[in-house]
């Protein structure tokens, strides 16, 4: 696995301290952009929340999902949350050591209680002590927030720099610009009220003492008489469950929940990923697991028709331009203004996605913008299927024939057919998973030569 380290530097460890309007939690920034640009301690926000208690069990839910693996947990894992302002809200992500599982706390305008929130993406420092503050806060007592140094204008800072170096695997960009096309097929398939959500959730299996999961394989679970019930088998209108144990963090808020919502795509059979959303007093907490816990989101290849073509990367700067932080991006908008049209921009939004650029929101059924601090473009240059699908179509691996083409690789030959939006392939990929994990290396490098994607001297 191809890792670099990303170095975390923060002007001072975020703490909870007790001031002259009472406790105030505050979260420093490293660097990160906004609205002017790079800034090494950006500052996002400064009120009071409206229900404290509840948005400190939400922020260590995202912090858990943040410094977990669910599949070999023998790894060390932890990346610092990210936090977003925009503009009417705060959003709060993570992604866990394993690729699996993505969590995401939105903290709504009536969440928040002071002036209007900043725009731009940054990490913030969720340190051990911190974290030790948060669980004792029980009561909704007045808590001020503030979310970046001190002082609006910072250029230099005295004292020591608080330093964190984490490694940063490819898996876990490319996972988390999977997470995101994943989520945005996805449909609304079932809504409990507070008690009904309790009830199901505290009755999933949890991960042995041992650490191993308490059951493997797909699990299913479809809506009945104002629950959901467990089938056998993916009935219309099932939702997959896969790794139950994966939703405790949903634990931290169970108490304060109004409503669990559930999304997942049609059910067509295969094991498929899902969001599980609880809906909390002016936020949302929102879990989105993989299809297996053994299975990261950086495998699933939905990124792979957005990524291949020149036009979509045309496109997609162009968008990026009209982007301003909004907490709800409208295609149709961005069509008009883009002079594209509405199916370009999806493409050009799903691109965006797979560099940090984007995120999807199940509840408001909308992409939001944000911009992720990492170098982007590796999500793009290391994932294994594009950079041999280019280097196929750069040599001239690809012969075409109508809707037929063959595709030499190494000493063998396969045969593509393509009718429409669909494809087959006579690979192992292919005959394994059959277009549910996004297409094959032969079946990409096809589209790029019928789309003129190809660039000289092979893979760019």
């Not at 009935?235 to 405790?248: H, I």
Request: charged share 25%; glycine share 10%.
């Amino acid at each position: 696995m191809t890792r670099s380290v990303q170095a975390l530097a923060y002007a001072r460890p975020s703490s909870l301290e007790s001031s002259q309007v009472g406790p105030s939690l505050g979260l420093e920034t490293a660097g990160g952009l906004t609205p002017r640009g790079a800034e090494a301690h950006p500052r996002f926000f400064a009120g009071f929340l409206s229900a404290p208690r509840i948005a400190a069990r939400g922020l260590l839910a995202v912090a858990d999902v943040a410094a977990a693996r669910y599949y070999q947990r023998t790894l060390p894992a932890s990346l610092d949350p990210v936090v977003t302002g925009n503009g009417d809200r705060l959003r709060f992500e993570s992604f866990s050591g394993c690729c699996g599982v993505y969590a995401r706390l939105d903290v709504l305008r009536e969440g928040l209680d002071g002036q209007e929130t900043g725009h731009g993406t940054t990490n913030v420092d969720v340190n051990a002590p911190l974290r030790e503050s948060l669980s004792r806060i029980t009561a909704d007592d007045p808590l001020h927030l503030r979310v970046g140094p001190e002082e609006m204008a910072v250029t230099t800072l005295d004292g020591p720099v608080v330093e964190k170096k984490v490694p940063l695997p490819d898996r876990w960009l490319r996972g988390f610009a999977e997470a995101q096309v994943t989520s945005a097929r996805f449909d609304l398939r079932a809504e409990l009220t507070a008690a009904q959500a309790v009830a199901f959730l505290r009755s999933l299996p949890r991960s042995s003492p041992s650490g191993r999961a308490a059951a493997r394989g797909a699990r299913w679970v479809v809506a009945s008489g104002g629950s959901l019930r467990p089938t056998t088998r993916p009935v219309s209108g099932a939702v997959c469950l896969p790794g139950p144990e994966r939703l405790v963090a949903l634990q931290r808020v169970l108490r304060d929940a109004t409503a669990l919502r559930v999304y997942g795509p049609v059910a067509d059979g295969a094991a498929a990923a899902s969001a599980w959303e609880v809906v909390l007093p002016g936020m949302r907490l929102t879990l989105t697991l993989s299809p297996d816990s053994a299975r990261g989101f950086s495998g699933e290849g939905g990124v792979l028709e957005a990524l291949a073509t020149d036009d979509a990367a045309a496109d997609a700067e162009l968008v990026s331009v009209l982007l301003a932080w909004e907490p709800r991006i409208e295609p149709a908008s961005l069509a008009e203004q883009a002079g594209l049209s509405v199916e370009r921009v999806r493409a050009a939004l799903t691109r965006l996605g797979t560099a940090g650029r984007v995120g999807y929101d199940l509840a408001d059924a909308a992409y939001f913008h944000r911009e992720l601090p990492y170098d982007a473009d590796r999500a793009e240059r290391h994932n294994p299927r594009l950079v041999a699908a280019r280097r196929l179509a750069g040599e001239g691996a690809v012969s075409l024939d109508g809707s037929r083409a063959t595709v030499a690789s190494g000493d063998r030959r396969y045969q593509v057919r393509e009718s429409g939006s669909a494809f087959t392939c006579t690979c192992q990929w292919w005959a394994d998973y059959r277009g549910r994990r996004g297409p094959c290396k032969h079946a990409l490098a096809v589209r790029m030569v019928r789309r003129g994607a190809t660039v000289a001297g092979g893979v760019r």
